[in-house]
């Protein structure tokens, strides 16, 4: 479990399924993605995150607002999936309900992961990527000091030839995260 001053990181439970799903499957939420989950998509998602959790210890943690004690979706990390074409390695990611955008929470979690990825993991670097019409992500990439590696790929999850199938590449090293945080 990570803390932050407003957040809490935590392993998933049974009361986050509907509200997981209701994010889901709002069409705004999944603007990036070819398609809303389903609710048993959302369902499978969220066994996949408590299982990873489960055997790492870390993973894509439920977030969770301590002043309104309510799940507001996802921030965390998890080993690139095999099947993209980028380098092995551990990617940072985040999906929130939209009630809760604009607020910092993404950026003030995402930060607090990437501490627990460089002072506790020892990881020499962290990745992120998403489609690169998806500028509210990109912008909080760049808010925790990842760079745009400028090495865009295509992303075989999702239907050749769709205009979401080209995605961004964000890196940024242990180094890069020492003088950010300074600065
Ligand atoms: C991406 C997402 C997690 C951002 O969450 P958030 O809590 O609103 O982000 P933050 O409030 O921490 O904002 C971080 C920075 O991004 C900027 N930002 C956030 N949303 C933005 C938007 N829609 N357009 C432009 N900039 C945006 C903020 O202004 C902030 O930068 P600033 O402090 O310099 O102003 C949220 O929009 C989301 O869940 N989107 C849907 C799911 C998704 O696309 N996930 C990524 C898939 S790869």
Redesign the pocket.
């Known amino acids: 479990m990570l803390e932050t001053d407003r957040l809490i990181l935590r392993q998933w439970q049974a009361s986050d399924r509907q509200p997981f799903a209701d994010?889901n499957a709002d069409p705004?939420?999944?603007?990036?993605?070819p398609a809303p989950f389903s609710a048993t998509q959302s369902d499978e998602g969220i066994q996949r995150y408590q299982d990873g959790i489960s055997q790492r210890g870390w993973g894509f943690w439920a977030v969770e607002r301590k002043q309104q004690g309510d799940f507001i979706?996802f921030?965390g990390m998890q080993p690139i999936p095999d099947i993209l074409p980028v380098e092995p390695g551990v990617e940072i990611?985040?999906?929130?309900?939209?009630h809760?955008?604009?607020?910092?929470?993404?950026?003030?979690?995402?930060k607090a992961c990437l501490q627990f990825a460089f002072v506790k993991l020892d990881l020499p670097q962290i990745f992120?990527?998403?489609?690169v019409a998806?500028?509210?992500?990109q912008?909080?990439m760049?808010?925790i000091g990842m760079r745009n590696m400028q090495q865009n790929f295509i992303n075989p999850k999702v239907p050749q030839g769709h205009p979401l199938a080209e995605h961004v590449l964000y890196k940024i090293t242990v180094e890069q995260w020492q003088s950010h945080i300074k600065s």
Not at 128 to 131: E, L
């Open positions: 994010l705004d939420v999944t603007e990036f993605f979706g921030v990611g985040w999906r929130l309900a939209k809760s955008w604009r607020q910092g929470y993404a950026s003030e979690a995402a992120s990527f998403t489609a998806n500028a509210p992500s912008a909080v760049h808010k």
